[in-house]
């Protein structure tokens, strides 16, 4: 199934920032049901979430978007954070006249969500936590496959992408099981997102914020919506100890593990069991603590 053929019945538009720029989003669903906001990981794009959009937005108004610095929104030479990235999520809100929204992020969007569950208390509702980054590393494994996914992301950055690098940095996301979910469609769309000096300038920009990953940790204990932390059994970097021993840091959350298999996209490589567990957490069908 194509992307076109996933995303079928979703808008897919820009809308313009007044800090961060044109930003692309695709939306699907009424107005009128409560918001959701889902977050790509780094050097990504909305079309993670290709098979979650509008299979959520008959319970949910469905939001995905591509952050600034990445997929087809604005380029700008700036410090690409956690916070900023939170904050032009808020301006997102703002311009599409939504207060309240549940968040769900997978990795870098999931560092973000964390940031803007802190700073924006207010306009948040639930949070996902989907194989998050930004929290403490746990295990010399995952020191070690962080190590891996600067180098590989490097190859992407450093000189001019191909379909060999993106298709590695590809394999890196998905469990083994499901390379075969690595279509020729899905690498030549981040192929084409990686090309051109200007995508390349601030891919560079963006990358280092892997290398800053300390820096920029998630006050765990500062989070006071419902929350839940979505894992998997092979996540690279934030294994599963380390989600264990994040989650016990936030007060009104659990913990939910993946059964089929799934490395770090659940959302993308088991889209029922990832639209199952969101749709029981977001409507609040889900027991926290």
């Known amino acids: 199934m194509t992307f076109w053929l996933d995303m079928l019945g979703a808008e897919i538009r820009y809308v313009d920032t007044p800090t961060y720029g044109r930003t692309r989003i695709a939306e699907a669903g009424p107005r009128s049901a409560p918001t ?79 940031f803007f569950a802190v700073h924006f208390p207010d306009r948040i509702d639930r949070l996902m936590l989907n194989t998050a980054g930004g929290v403490p590393i746990a295990t010399e494994k995952g020191r070690q496959d962080l190590d891996n996914l600067v180098s590989l992301s490097a190859k992407n950055v450093d000189q001019p992408a191909t379909e060999e690098s993106v298709a590695a940095r590809m394999r890196w996301l998905f469990h083994p099981n499901n390379y075969d979910l690595i279509s020729d469609e899905l690498v030549q769309t981040r192929l084409a997102f990686y090309s051109g000096a200007e995508a390349r300038e601030s891919a560079v920009l963006v990358n280092r914020l892997l290398e800053r990953h300390d820096e920029f ?73």
């Open 36 to 114: 959701l906001i889902l977050q790509h990981g780094i050097g990504g794009h909305l079309e993670a979430y290709a098979k979650n959009i509008t299979e959520l937005s008959d319970e949910f108004h469905v939001i995905a978007m591509d952050y600034v610095g990445h997929g087809l929104s604005a380029r700008k030479e700036m410090d690409y954070t956690p916070p900023a990235f939170a904050d032009h999520v808020r301006e997102v809100m703002d311009v599409l006249d939504i207060q309240r929204a549940h968040l769900s992020g997978e990795s870098l969007g999931g560092w973000v969500s964390g």
């Open 217 to 289: 940790l998630i006050p765990l204990e500062r989070i006071e919506c419902e929350t839940l932390f979505l894992w998997t059994p092979d996540n690279p970097i934030h294994d599963l100890e380390t989600a264990k021993q994040s989650q016990k840091q936030v007060s009104q959350s659990s913990l939910y593990v993946m059964e089929a298999d799934s490395g770090h996209w659940p959302q993308f490589e088991a889209p029922e069991e990832f639209n199952r567990v969101t749709r029981a957490f977001f409507s609040g069908r889900w027991d926290i603590g």
